[in-house]
């Protein structure tokens, strides 16, 4: 669907390549500018076989090339690339890509049309604009994280997905492709901004909605919904957690036939949402008693029969292995530069796309020098990819 569109992806770490990743699943021809010591992504976290791979998940569908922006050389490769490129995307400090002479101005003084995504950390503008950030410190610093833990609890941070990273790559994927639609009326390039600090609060619109409306901060609640009861994790006979929920009132009688506690059904302390919130303290205990009584799998098949909302608790190694998952393909499994891997499917399926939307494997840095100079007409100079 972008096929003739050519990005240049100059970000760091998670953000920038991750938006990158995904307009080469729509067809454009993504070229990666690797900075001569590899992305720190590169050297982070699980390695394979010399790869973090973190790294290897970031910059699938993509031609690398190492250039050296502090070099005359490093930046004459990357202006030419970019009098060829429609869209540039970049995730650095403020003001860093302008000191390297790779700033918008520049880049839009040899091509007007380019559409240029910087994603700063807290915007371009601002006592916070030149400092740098991370997913750790953005959910900490945007109240994010103060939603998360158990009651009582300060200092939690969601683990292990950079879900402020991600929802930052998605802005800026977004914003590249309004970008690109309106070129196609005014012919004209922009440039785009966007941060890790304004994704974290769109993330997170409708907790501020309800602190406008009460004035009081949300709290830790665990895996409980502050605004349904019950809605949250029980855990069953085995250990194996179960998340059950009511979302709209007909589930309640459903939910009390299903757990034998139809007297629940109309206890006037139970009998709508609003005095299940009001008497959570002495519901939820006898939920999590009944809960105990049989293993996962069992209320996973009775719940479901009975019209009850609900969902197993999964670990990755369930995830991987769910039916549903591998039959619709959201999971692929490909042949990398430094061994197979897992990667998550491009999450959009188009009836009329020309070609397939598809996830393909990453390359090793550099692996397309010799190809990408030739296209812009300079010699392969082996110095810069020192």
């Known amino acids: 669907m972008l096929q003739g569109v050519r990005v240049l992806d100059c970000g760091a770490w998670g ?30 976290g699980t390695m394979q076989k010399g790869a973090g791979t973190m790294y290897i998940s970031s910059h699938y569908n993509k031609r690398n090339i190492i250039v050296d922006l502090k070099t005359a050389e490093g930046r004459e490769v990357a202006l030419r690339l970019a009098e060829t490129a429609d869209i540039l995307i970049e995730n650095h400090p403020a003001g860093d890509m302008d000191k390297l002479g790779f700033g918008y101005e520049s880049v839009r003084a040899i091509n007007p049309r380019i559409i ?57 994927f977004q914003g590249v492709l309004l970008a690109l639609l309106a070129r196609e009326v005014t012919g004209e390039g922009q440039k785009v901004d966007t941060s890790q600090l304004e994704a ?27 605004n349904i009861v ?13 998340t059950v929920s009511v979302p709209r009132e007909e589930y309640w009688p459903k939910l009390c036939s299903a757990l034998g506690l139809e007297e629940l059904e109309h206890d006037p ?17 006898i939920l999590r008693e009944k809960f105990l009584e049989e293993p996962a799998r069992w209320w996973l098949i009775l719940l479901p029969r009975c019209d009850v909302p609900c969902a197993p608790c999964n670990t990755y190694d369930d995830v991987i ?22 990667f998550s499917d491009f999450p959009v399926k188009f009836s009329k796309a020309p070609r397939p939307v598809e996830v393909r494997a990453p390359v090793k840095p550099d692996a397309n020098r010799e190809e990408i100079l030739a296209e812009i007409g300079i010699a392969n100079r082996q110095g810069d990819n020192a």
């Open 15 to 44: 953000v920038g390549p991750c938006a990158c990743a995904w307009l080469g699943c729509l067809g454009a021809d993504v070229i990666r500018l690797e900075p001569p010591r590899l992305d720190g992504l590169y050297h982070s």
């Open 116 to 172: 240029y995504c910087s994603s700063s950390s807290y915007g371009r503008t601002g006592p916070l604009a030149h400092r740098p950030s991370a997913d750790t410190y953005m959910q900490a610093g945007s109240g994010f994280a103060s939603l998360t833990g158990k009651p009582g609890s300060q200092g939690q941070l969601y683990r292990y997905v950079v879900q402020i990273d991600w929802m930052t790559s998605l802005f800026a």
């Open 200 to 226: 974290a609060l769109a993330l997170q619109s409708t907790k501020i909605a309800d602190y406008f409306a009460t004035g009081v901060s949300p709290k830790p609640m665990g895996s409980a919904d502050p």
């Open 230 to 242: 019950p809605s949250e994790a029980f855990r069953t006979y085995g250990g194996k957690y179960i």
């Open 269 to 285: 302390k139970f009998i709508s949402n609003a005095e299940r919130v009001k008497n959570r303290d002495v519901l939820i205990p």
């Open 321 to 342: 292995r769910d039916p549903h998952i591998t039959h619709n393909r959201m999971i692929v499994n490909l042949e990398t530069p430094w061994g197979k891997s897992l």
